[in-house]
């Protein structure tokens, strides 16, 4: 098994000189700059008290110094932790305080909120921040460290055993850190790239010339948040193949900045969170066909969000060379399935084929045979985490052991059908139990957004006299669309069973999702049951 740290240091040694590592609006930093700074960062971090295995907290949003700074870390030996820009001060806190945070990498535009808390956080000792100078009393300038020192290798000793956290809100209970050594998630990086490649290198040298032959990597533009998962995996995979991560300002999603991007900087792959953010870059199209080259996007990928058909259809239509990967997959169980459509070939969305050491079982830990029509949990054999930081509870909720083998079994449901593909239902959590029938919301949800009126919905369960708990539905609309109830009602029965469809619909006066593309079911829910008078 490998270590990130080792693989940037083969990567920085062998890309070609001239080849961009960062690119964001006017600035491009090469790659013999970047590991530069990344070796000065990781230097300056450990000299003001920062050991092997201490924890460096990201407070940013998507910019060079996102990746960079992660570099570093790998580089030094020390622990990623992500913290959400949208959270409010207590909420920081909890974060920085709950990962035990040694040093914190912060943005300018947060300042106000750190220095609300920082005097509660007497673990943390190095505050770095990001943007133009003066910067604040407390805090080191970001680019003083980077650029200070002569930005040699580290030459340290690293191991598969270091780690990095993702902390993940989950849904329910406060976020919790899921701790991956580099080593597990170097083997679902390299089994990947077998998979799609088929390249499976043996050492770090071999790979290292592989790398040297290319010249360069590809480009790849995280359309999400670094702050997240898949904005931030998409971003290191990048990196460990000493290409070129491009970032655009994610104050506002403007998808129009991100197709100017692609032409711009020839892009051949981006990361998105399903339809939330495949959904506006599409309409951004329709609206102007041929306004953009985007000829040279290969790839998109997309995980933690329904991706519809519908969608994709219409991406093809833009970019008939395009391959759109929809990944199964959960921080805490990273490549459980996936699902490929091109102008070749397409599936039914919410279908996905799953890929080695997946299984479904029943709620006796039993796996499921193919065609039982039955819906069961999806758990994942491995590579996986060591389990959630400071939470052995909830870890062995989560990873439990099945005959003689440890599973991830992170609360998704699906149907296993006879063909051994998947049919993804929701996650247990969100599972509706109306009058003794189990109804999954994205099921739901997916029919929902097959109307033509309804650009976005989610569908959740509220209290109910006759039902114990109802299907109900909130909708985006696009615009011009007059809402007409009856219609939608009629239109997913249609579509589904007549308990799936929901016994009431009302539409959006809020976000349906956080930043990252995800569902946020916990302010839909209060919102529906105030519209419907429904008490909590």
């Known amino acids: 098994m490998w270590n990130y740290g080792d693989i940037l240091d083969v990567v920085a040694a062998r890309v070609r000189a001239d080849a961009p590592a960062f690119i964001h609006g006017e600035r491009t930093i090469l790659w013999p700059q970047a590991y530069r700074r990344m070796n000065n960062l990781a230097r300056a971090i450990a000299a003001r008290g920062a050991r092997a295995s201490d924890k460096v907290a990201f407070y940013l949003r998507n910019c060079p110094e996102y990746s960079e700074a992660a570099g570093a870390s790998f580089l030094g030996r020390f622990v990623h932790v992500n913290v959400n820009y949208r959270y409010k001060p207590d909420e920081v806190r909890y974060i920085l305080d709950n990962s035990d945070a040694q040093c914190l990498i912060y943005a300018r535009e947060f300042r106000d909120c750190i220095a609300e808390i920082r005097h509660s956080l007497p673990k943390l000792v190095t505050y770095i921040e990001v943007g133009d100078e003066p910067v604040a009393d407390f805090a080191v300038p970001y680019e003083s460290l980077v650029e ?60 290292g010339q592989v790398v040297a032959l290319a010249g360069a990597g590809p480009r790849n533009l995280p359309a999400c948040p670094l702050m997240h998962g898949t904005g931030f995996i998409t971003a290191i995979t990048t990196m460990l193949g000493g290409g070129c991560v491009i970032t655009v300002d994610n104050h506002h999603f403007d998808p129009h900045a991100i197709w100017q991007a692609v032409e711009r900087h020839k892009i051949q792959g981006m990361a998105v969170v399903g339809d939330p953010f495949a959904r506006p870059l599409l309409q951004a199209l329709d609206e102007a066909p041929g306004r953009y080259d985007v000829s040279s996007l290969l790839n998109m990928t997309s995980s933690g969000a329904m991706w519809s058909m519908e969608v994709k259809r219409g991406l093809l239509q833009h970019m008939p060379q395009l391959t759109m990967t929809d990944s199964f997959a959960s921080t805490e169980a990273m490549g459980m399935g996936d699902s490929v459509v091109n102008k070749d070939g397409e599936t039914r969305t919410a279908a996905f084929h799953l890929l080695e050491n997946a299984i479904v079982i029943d709620e006796h830990d039993r796996p499921l045979a193919a065609g039982s029509g039955k819906a069961g949990l999806v758990a994942l054999g491995g590579p996986l985490p060591i389990g959630y930081y400071k939470d052995p509870e909830k870890t062995a909720r989560t990873f439990r052991t099945i005959g003689n083998r440890r599973y991830s079994i992170p609360g998704d449901w699906a149907r296993l059908e006879a063909d051994g593909s998947i049919t993804l239902l929701g996650r247990g959590s969100n599972c509706i139990n109306t009058a003794g029938e189990k109804v999954y919301p994205e099921e739901v949800e997916e029919a929902l957004k097959t109307h033509p009126g309804v650009e976005d919905a989610l569908v959740i369960g509220v209290p109910d006299e006759k039902w114990g708990s109802a299907v109900t539905g909130v909708v985006k609309l696009a615009p011009g669309v007059v809402f007409d109830e009856d219609a939608l009602r009629a239109h997913v029965r249609q579509h589904l069973a007549g308990y799936k469809t929901p016994k009431r619909i009302v539409p959006a006066e809020i976000a349906l999702r956080a930043p990252n593309g995800k569902a946020d079911y916990k302010s839909v829910s209060e919102f529906a049951r105030k519209v419907l008078d429904i008490a909590s």
């Open 148 to 207: 200070n020192g002569d930005g040699t290798a580290l030459g340290i000793k690293r191991s598969p055993e270091d780690m990095l956290f993702i902390y993940t809100g989950g849904t329910t209970g406060m976020p919790k850190g899921v701790m991956w050594p580099h080593g597990e998630l170097c083997t679902i990086w390299l089994r990947r790239i077998k998979r799609t490649l088929g390249f499976d290198p043996q050492s770090l040298e071999e790979y």
